[in-house]
């Protein structure tokens, strides 16, 4: 939220009438529901989407994965295996938004 509300604040001009913090934040939130998801969205429920979506303890895989940092990390390995489940967060995270403009 607050990376939306600095992009929204440095998009402003600067002889605006006084707002506060929280209505910056706000603003920028709601403007953020609207907006399409963003990188850092779409890599974090990717990241969660492939760690939740397999067994990773080396028996029912080829791998055994510490945690999802290291999940992610052989995911890279594998050529679109990322970008698999970055598609599938991005459709998510626009399918979350659109219920919530609903």
Known sequence: MLDEADAYERGMDDDLTFQTVRELAGTAYMAGRSAPPTAVEIEAVARKL???SRTWDGID???QAK???DAWDYAGEILGMRECYAAQARDLL???RKA???
């Open 67 to 69: 945690d999802e940092e």
């Open 94 to 96: 626009e399918i979350a």
């Open 61 to 63: 895989s080829d791998y």
């Open 50 to 52: 492939l760690w939740t």
């Open 100 to 102: 919530v403009n609903e």
